[in-house]
């Protein structure tokens, strides 16, 4: 379900751990509370990057969302991932109907424009089984998962999705929030039945 491609691979954090990573990296969270720049005190290429393109997105994960979710009847939302460049960001989406199939849709991160959805032929059954699986477990909305995140970490959210522990036992939303302070990226994976918190990994790259 991971697509990370050009700066969208800045933003999001696709993997997961397996069932111990409801364990918080407590090293990780501990060094988050202070700014991390390259050895001469700037920033990092990534961060950079970040710096670049987040302020760029006039319209946020929630509205974006929103616009894609309309493209597809009776849809339900899979992911979500600021990408682009600063001159233009865009908000990847895909969304998925009941029986599992996914769409993708572009979304404008300045106008808010969805462009025509286009679904993946690439699924097979199985695969849009186990997509249709994960949204009827997922009780908790995405927007539940962001409000859990943000409130443990505020910031700009870039990136959430859907997916499971590696072992496919907790379905969970990865919720990537950056800080403007410092341009680090935190991700929290949020069990997508209870909210709770089951792991949290700052990437300071």
């Not at 390259?38 to 006039?58: C, F, H, I, M, N």
């Not at 929630?62 to 309309?70: G, I, R, V």
């Not at 849809?75 to 998925?96: H, M």
């Not at 859990?148 to 970490?153: G, I």
Request: charged share 35%; with cysteine; hydrophobic share 35%.
């Amino acid at each position: 379900m991971c697509a990370a491609v050009a700066a969208g691979a800045l933003l999001t954090g696709c993997g997961n751990d397996d069932g111990d990573a409801a364990k918080t990296d407590a090293s990780e969270a501990g060094r988050a509370a202070s700014p991390s720049t390259s050895a001469d005190g700037t920033l990092t290429d990534d961060q950079a990057e970040r710096k670049a393109l987040v302020p760029k997105a006039k319209v946020n994960y929630e509205d974006a969302l929103k616009s894609a979710l309309a493209t597809v009847d009776n849809s339900k939302p899979v992911s979500i991932e600021l990408k682009g460049t600063p001159e233009a960001p865009r908000w990847e989406a895909e969304v998925a109907t009941a029986d599992g199939t996914p769409h993708s849709v572009r979304v404008d991160a300045v106008t808010g424009k969805a462009d025509k959805p286009k679904a993946d032929t690439d699924q097979d059954a199985d695969d849009k089984r186990e997509l249709a699986d994960w949204l009827k477990k997922a009780t908790v909305t995405p927007e539940q998962a962001v409000e859990t995140a943000t409130n443990k970490k505020k910031g700009t959210v870039t990136s959430v999705e859907l997916d499971d522990s590696d072992k496919g036992r907790t379905v969970l939303w990865s919720v990537d929030v950056v800080t403007t302070d410092d341009w680090n990226k935190t991700t929290f994976d949020v069990d997508a039945t209870d909210r709770k918190i089951l792991r949290e990994h700052v990437d300071k790259d």
